[in-house]
């Protein structure tokens, strides 16, 4: 660790402002789509825990949380002009959109909210585009989808199914954007509230293990590695995974 001494005032003046600076630029704005939701809401405290500044988009605004630097606004995010309007003008959008998992039609909503964000995303300039998906599309084995095994079948309750299916036919889409600088993110099968710990693994197109078992995550260190990667980075027209180390 460095340690600096007998600094003048005018030296002392220049380290803060280029340290404000620093801050500064580094701090973004932010629209996340589904900002009330299970993962939204995660998302929502990690980002304004780390000073951004966010347009929280959801369709009941009135449930987003009152929070520095959060301005609440309704979207329907099946209307790619709405989306479009919405997000314009900010640094990276973060979806985390779900129409709800008893919502009627699940697999034609979620495609259909999916392509319109897609769309007016796009359309919107701006190039950053984070989707949180689902754990059903990741690989068990070579050419196999977990969500295709007898074994999610057996153990996934039947509404959440088309659902897991939609996700993973939304990342078969969003993998031929060219346009965007899009990263899709894969929870792990187990997806829990639970604390903070600010650590988790990475890994790529399979599902993470722990052990025999399948592996897993606090919904709040999901939202670490959401917000980490939109700051830095480090999957750029890719899909990855994260769990508990």
Request: aromatic fraction near 4%; proline fraction near 6%.
């Amino acid at each position: 660790m460095a340690i600096l001494t007998d600094l003048s005032p005018d030296c002392e003046a220049d380290i803060v402002g280029s340290i404000d600076s620093l801050t500064l630029e580094n701090l973004m704005k932010i629209a996340l789509i589904g900002a009330t939701g299970f993962v939204g809401s995660a998302v929502l405290a990690e980002l304004v825990a780390r000073d951004h500044h966010v347009t929280a988009l959801a369709r009941t605004p009135a449930k987003v949380d009152t929070r520095p630097n959060v301005t609440a606004q309704a979207l329907d995010a099946s209307d790619s002009a709405a989306v479009a309007a919405a997000v314009r003008g900010h640094d990276a959008v973060i979806s985390a959109f779900n129409p709800g998992w008893d919502a009627p039609d699940l697999y034609a909503r979620f495609m259909k909210g999916s392509a319109a964000i897609d769309a007016g995303v796009e359309a919107s300039g701006v190039k950053r585009l984070l989707v949180v998906g689902g754990a059903g599309s990741l690989f068990v084995a070579p050419g196999v989808q977990m969500v295709d095994t007898p074994e999610f079948a057996s153990h996934v309750p039947p509404n959440i199914i088309p659902g897991a299916q939609a996700a993973r036919d939304a990342l078969t889409a969003l993998r031929a954007n060219t346009a965007l600088d899009w990263t899709f993110l894969s929870p792990p099968a187990l997806l829990a509230p639970g604390e903070r710990t600010g650590t988790y693994r990475v890994g790529g197109e399979a599902l993470l293990m722990a052990g025999d078992a399948p592996a897993g995550i606090s919904v709040a260190d999901l939202a670490v590695a959401i917000v980490d990667e939109i700051e830095t980075p480090k999957h750029v027209r890719a899909r990855f995974t994260v769990a508990t180390r």
